[in-house]
């Protein structure tokens, strides 16, 4: 237990935090008889932002971490592979009709700036410290096993939206943003990924999707193959960009090495002096 102290603590913040902000605004809707949809967004906007502050102020990560950057490439072609993955994981999951009982806050939460501040700016950048920068890299430490580190932050991430669809389409996501975390050393890239897909969904909810896609449709299986094919071939990329790039990195430093060991050992003047003066 010891071991995951970080991951304990952080999941408990975030509980508290929401709980804390949440049933206040609840209260005063009920008071209001206001309905609780039209406060929402302002409700998680803050339990959001609190839960940064707070996590931020323990010092569990620091806010250059947030900016660490990448080469412009990975950067465009993570955002490429994100959109390419998680819109095949939506299509996949069409013939399972899973229930959204968020549906009708979604909507409400669409309708306000308030609403696309938490769902596709605060909400993301909160989440990816959470279950990226905190949860699964205290796991991989403690372990040293990477991927039960991305496996596990994905499946609490996957939990702790609650709503059905939302667990369905969070684990693959969950596993592919803890990929591109470990892969790139970069909570940015992540966060770039998670900001992207929030915002596409977004818009979806805002203009309206039009009418539901048929999963045995032709046009759904060229959209969810093509996005498999890109899938694949970026992961591919991404790989062997990264392999070659530490190999890139062994050689030079090996080369260093080597030099520092080649280089002659220079007697200092005083010390020749010294034996001169004796002889």
């Known amino acids: ?6 991951t304990l603590s952080t999941i408990g913040i975030w509980l508290g935090l929401q709980i804390a902000v949440t049933v206040p605004f609840a209260i005063v809707a009920a008071v209001r008889k206001q309905d609780m949809m039209d406060v929402l967004a302002p409700a ?6 609190a839960v940064i502050l707070v996590l931020w102020a323990i ?10 950057g990448v080469p412009a490439e990975v950067l465009l072609l ?37 609403g696309f501040l938490g769902i596709c700016i605060v909400g993301p950048v909160m989440e990816e410290i959470m279950m990226r920068r905190i949860i699964l890299t205290e796991i991989r430490e403690a372990t040293g096993k990477k991927w039960l580190g991305i496996i596990i932050s994905a499946a609490i991430f996957a939990i702790v939206h609650g709503n059905p669809i939302q667990v369905v389409f969070a ?3 969950g596993i ?31 203009v309206g999707a039009g009418e539901p896609m ?10 969810l193959w093509s996005c498999i094919a890109v899938t694949v071939l970026l992961i591919i990329w991404m790989v062997s960009y990264y392999r070659k790039k530490e190999k890139l990195e062994a050689e030079e430093a090996l080369a260093q090495a080597a030099a520092v060991n080649e280089e002659p050992m220079e007697v200092p003047v005083e010390t020749v002096e010294e034996t001169r003066t004796e002889e």
């Open 171 to 173: 684990m693959p996501a």
């Open 78 to 114: 993570s955002l490429v592979l994100g959109f390419a993955a998680l819109y095949a994981v939506d299509i996949l999951t069409i013939p399972f009709n899973i229930p959204n009982y968020m549906e009708d806050a979604f909507d409400a939460m669409s309708k306000s700036i308030l």
């Open 214 to 223: 048929a999963f045995s449709d032709t046009w759904t299986q060229i959209q």
């Open 1 to 6: 237990m010891a071991k995951i102290k970080k």
């Open 59 to 68: 010092r569990y990560f620091k806010i250059k971490e947030l900016f660490k």
């Open 176 to 206: 592919l943003l803890g990929w591109l975390y470990c892969r790139t050393g970069s909570l940015l890239v992540p966060i770039c990924v998670h900001i992207m897909n929030n915002t596409f969904s977004f818009i979806t909810m805002r």
């Open 44 to 49: 998680l906007l803050i339990a959001d932002a």
